[in-house]
């Protein structure tokens, strides 16, 4: 986990397309795109249709492609029973498994259930929960993942709330934690979340909706000061 860890730390600041917006009836030819255009990390979005009023893909999906690429994968579970079914995830080959606060109101084994399979374990909130439900639990966390919308589908507007949260949250961080924002993120709102304090930016329509991905990571990347490395 270290490594992989140090790794993504390094690469800071992370674009990772939401695989939610992706044309799933050609997968392999997303994903060779996606790594033609250096994205360095694949946010994967699980629900259940009970959690969220949505249903998206399970392991089984994770695991075929896990086949078709070594970018790591950071898993964002929108689910209700996530330590059901942890195992089933980190045998699909995830590297980031992130599950939320509403979900597992008490998270600290299962933080710590994750970082012992070796992998970095996440804690998401959502745009109605205040911050003081996780920051007791923030120091089993690598991952703090700020919803700017409601979770269950991709294309929603972003939500200014997520900014007071993530300047909180920034406080109370390491430096080898990662903050990362999910939801409506795309040039117009990316600048606001870097100076809040994200340094991993969740993105499905603002790659998936433009015909050149490696041009649509450019640009977020730009829109932040940034450039690809
Ligand atoms: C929403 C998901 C997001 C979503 C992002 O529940 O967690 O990852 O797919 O899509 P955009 O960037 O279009 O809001
Ligand atoms: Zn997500």
Redesign the pocket.
């Known amino acids: 986990m270290a490594n992989r860890l140090q790794e993504l730390l390094s690469r800071r600041p992370l674009i990772a397309p939401?695989?939610?917006?992706c044309d799933f009836g050609n997968l392999h030819r997303e994903i060779a795109r996606l790594e033609q255009a250096d994205f360095p990390v694949l946010?994967l979005?699980v629900?259940d249709g009970h959690f969220?009023p949505?249903l998206s893909y399970g392991p089984m999906v994770i695991e075929r492609m896990r086949e078709l690429t070594s970018l790591p994968f950071d898993a964002?579970l929108?689910i209700s029973d996530p330590a059901k079914y942890l195992d089933d995830y980190v045998a699909a080959g995830c590297d980031a498994i992130t599950f939320h606060i509403e979900a597992v109101p008490q998270p600290t084994d299962l933080l710590e259930r994750i970082r012992e399979k070796n992998c970095l374990a996440g804690l998401?909130i959502n745009p109605g929960t205040p911050v003081d439900k996780i920051e007791a639990f923030i120091p089993h966390c690598d991952l703090i993942?700020v919803?700017?919308?409601?979770?269950?589908?991709?294309?929603?507007k972003?939500k200014p709330v997520a900014l007071d949260k993530l300047s909180h949250i920034k406080k109370l961080l390491r430096n080898d934690q990662l903050l990362s924002i999910?939801?409506?993120?795309?040039v117009a709102t990316i600048g606001d979340c870097a100076a809040a304090g994200a340094d991993t930016f969740?993105?499905?329509?603002?790659?998936?909706?433009e015909p050149d991905y490696s041009e649509a990571h450019s640009q977020l990347l730009a829109a932040i000061g940034a450039v690809k490395r």
């Open positions: 939401s695989m939610l917006k946010h979005d629900m969220v949505n964002h929108m998401a993942l919803m700017s919308v409601e979770p269950g589908f991709g294309g929603q972003f999910d939801g409506g993120v795309a969740v993105c499905g329509s603002s790659v998936f909706n």
